[in-house]
């Protein structure tokens, strides 16, 4: 195909609707270039080909699919995630940490989630106006990690310093938060070591495979670290689930009255606007055909997630957001596909139901307060502030 579409990432359509500015792109190819000043990958648009591809090996992750931090010599060797690895390392890897993000142990951890929950909530009572995003959204993440591995409470409002810094997304300030986490993290697998508690770290110190395998201290402060960087998505989906759900009344209704949607409406709010809207790029080791676009040996490859997700193929009426639709042979990209799905997700969605569940009972006239605040980012679907009121105020 000689003809290849190219989607502009800095073009204010692409910035401010890529959900509905992908659509005519992926109608006419199953995959695009994605170009920037002094910067161009390939996107894979149609649902069935992402699918295929975060599953094909030929597409393989580099040192090149992420951006080194300018941080101290001795945090490096921990920012190594599991994230970052393939073939052998990374199914060792995970073998070793998946019996601890099972959706048997999301669900185990959701009375624990409902107190921190009910905790930020409480500290909500007697307020009219609110930020969304930094008063409840952005905090609960750090707060839960923080729970599963260990964090003293004392520490916790510090660790809430560094999730803000990770989600502003400033070179200078991950540089700042980096060393924090990392000594926080040995501090608190010592501790483990000394005193095993009912969290993540506890577990994975006594997890050790058949062949004696275990991890090794490095390798679990990196997973402290893949926690952080992970909890920025249900930071995110938690604050555009509100406000998708504000902007569509009648189906907040129908939830307010049958909390048994929430499952459903989460994974809805998950297709329809991802917080994730572009995967980690992967490098094509030979040439490589999707549908007619041949991509040569050596080239970036993303999938667009906002553009797959509403993709009519797999999706009937796509670009609709219904909480009740119905589940299908086809399954949102939200959290990737493959081997390198995201370890996470389970928790994600057990964090993003409770606390929805939690605000819209406790604030049943919870209503947007003016525009909300979204951050320019081609590669996240993000909101940096979401004013909401809290309550009707009644005049004298």
Not at 87 to 101: D, K, N, S, Y
Not at 157 to 181: F, M, N, Q, T
Request: proline share 9%.
């Amino acid at each position: 195909m000689s003809d290849v579409p190219e989607i502009l990432l800095t073009d204010s359509e692409v910035l401010h609707d890529p959900f509905t500015a992908y659509g005519p792109v992926r109608e006419r190819s199953p995959a695009a270039k994605l170009v920037a000043p002094g910067f161009a990958m390939w996107a894979v648009l149609r649902h069935e080909e992402a699918r295929k591809m975060l599953s094909d090996p030929r597409f393989a992750l580099s040192p090149d699919s992420y951006q080194r931090m300018d941080v101290p010599d001795h945090c490096r060797p921990y920012l190594r995630t599991m994230q970052e690895v393939e073939g052998p390392e990374h199914l060792r890897l995970r073998r070793l940490v998946a019996p601890a993000f099972t959706p048997r142990k999301a669900a185990a951890l959701r009375p624990g989630i409902e107190r921190l929950v009910d905790d930020l909530l409480d500290g909500l009572d007697g307020k009219t106006d609110i930020d969304l995003v930094t008063a409840f959204a952005r905090p609960l993440p750090v707060d839960v990690i923080c729970a599963l591995v260990g964090i003293p409470a004392a520490d916790r409002p510090r660790w809430r310093e560094y999730g803000a810094l990770i989600s502003a997304g400033d070179g200078a300030g991950l540089a700042k938060a980096v060393p924090g986490i990392v000594e926080g993290a040995l501090a608190a697998i010592e501790d483990r070591k000394l005193q095993p508690a009912d969290d993540v770290v506890s577990q994975l110190l006594r997890i050790q495979a058949e062949d004696g395998d275990r991890l090794g201290e490095t390798e679990l402060v990196a997973l402290v670290w893949q926690l952080v960087l992970g909890g920025q998505v249900p930071g995110n989906l938690i604050a555009n689930a509100v406000e998708i759900l504000l902007s569509h009344p009648d189906q907040l209704a129908e939830l307010r009255d049958d909390p048994a949607l929430m499952p459903g409406a989460v994974e809805e709010v998950m297709r329809w606007q991802s917080p994730q809207l572009l995967t980690i790029p992967r490098f094509t080791t030979t040439d490589v055909r999707i549908g007619d676009v041949l991509i040569p040996e050596g080239e970036p490859v993303t999938v667009a997630v906002a553009a797959a997700n509403r993709d009519p193929r797999a999706f009937p009426d796509p670009d609709v957001f219904d909480i009740r639709r119905a589940a299908g042979p086809a399954w949102h990209l939200a959290f990737a596909h493959g081997p390198h799905f995201c370890l996470g997700a389970s928790l994600a969605r057990a964090q993003t139901e409770v606390a929805l569940t939690a605000l819209l009972r406790r604030f049943p006239d919870l209503a947007l307060d003016g525009g909300p605040l979204r951050i320019p980012d081609p590669g996240t679907w993000r909101l940096n502030a979401l004013p909401v009121k809290l309550r009707t105020t009644v005049a004298n």
